[in-house]
């Protein structure tokens, strides 16, 4: 007689309940996130779309107001004569057109302004419109704003054999700029923040030559990025910068208060003993 199949323990219908109810909700779960998960995404991507069309409708509103004057309907630009005729904008590319309203360059209130680094003249919000109105007249095209958050790990060595390169040329050996150029180029960078100084490089504004990736790469920026802020956070061995002008300007500038002063106190002990002279002869 075949013996009878073991009986199924208390424990064992447990499992297999709670099996059947993680089973049960696992369905659930899916079914849910087949039925309405791609709603969800879809609401997504539109509300990304809405936000986009409005960003783009804000920067066209701005654009007409602040820059169609100079630069042209849809950024073709204005090839006129004179202060009023603005570069066309198309296809330059989100650095530029950032870097130009981050550093107050842009827009101009008169015409005839020499373009020069100044606080910001409009909202975060209205810049970020207006580089995306820029930007949509040729996507794709130009510069993109450059990601340099890891500038503050970068190789300052590194960074000095850089800027030794590409950029002490114009803008002096400390970054205080020169005497001679253009100013709006070739100036002091001790007001530049790290996003403007990498903008900067890969945009070339003004006269400033453009330096791609092929040329200054992703590294190379963030080092030069990290150069030039520590130039400006080094303390001065000596004690006195004289505005970082660099050895040879800050040595002749030594040399002539030096002479300088030396002149004066022979000239004052000259001028004693002559007066010493006199008395004694007058006796």
């Known amino acids: 007689m075949p013996a009878a199949a073991p009986r199924p323990t208390p424990d064992r219908h447990r499992r297999r309940r709670a099996l059947a109810i993680a089973t049960g909700l696992a369905l659930l779960v899916a079914l ?15 509300e ?22 100079c630069h042209g309907e849809a950024g073709r630009g204005l090839p006129v004569d004179g202060p009023d005729g603005g570069p066309p904008l198309i296809g330059v590319g989100p650095a530029s057109v950032d ?81 001679v150029g253009q100013r709006d180029v070739s100036s002091n960078l001790e007001v530049s923040t ?24 992703q590294q190379d920026l963030e080092a030069i990025v990290a150069w030039v802020m520590d130039l400006r956070e080094r303390e001065s061995p000596g004690g006195l910068a004289i505005g970082r002008s660099g050895p040879v300007s800050e040595g002749f500038i030594a040399w002539v208060l030096g002479l300088g002063l030396l002149m004066i106190v022979m000239y004052l002990l000259g001028e004693k003993a002559d007066e010493e002279v006199d008395d004694h002869g007058g006796e």
């Not at 849910?32 to 539109?46: K, M, P, R, Y």
């Not at 509103?61 to 169609?68: D, K, L, N, S, V």
């Not at 503050?152 to 970054?175: E, I």
């Not at 990498?198 to 945009?203: I, K, Q, Y």
């Open 32 to 46: 849910v996130n087949v039925v309405f998960g791609g709603g969800l995404a879809a609401a997504q991507e539109d």
């Open 48 to 69: 990304a779309d809405i936000s986009s069309d409005a960003l783009l409708e804000r920067g066209a509103q701005i654009y007409g107001a602040q820059c169609a004057l």
């Open 99 to 179: 870097f130009m309203i981050r550093t107050g360059r842009m827009p101009l209130d008169n015409a005839n302004e020499r373009l020069s680094h100044r606080p910001q003249q409009m909202t975060d919000e209205d810049r970020r419109a207006i580089v995306a109105y820029v930007t949509s007249l040729a996507p794709g095209e130009g510069p993109g704003i450059p990601d340099i958050e890891g500038w503050q790990q970068a190789d300052l060595s590194r960074g000095l054999h850089q800027f030794t390169t590409h950029c002490a040329a114009c803008h002096g050996p400390t970054a205080a700029g020169v005497a």
């Open 194 to 217: 790290p996003l403007e100084i990498a903008e900067a490089v890969r945009s070339g504004p003004g006269v400033m030559p453009a330096f791609n990736e092929e040329i200054v790469p």
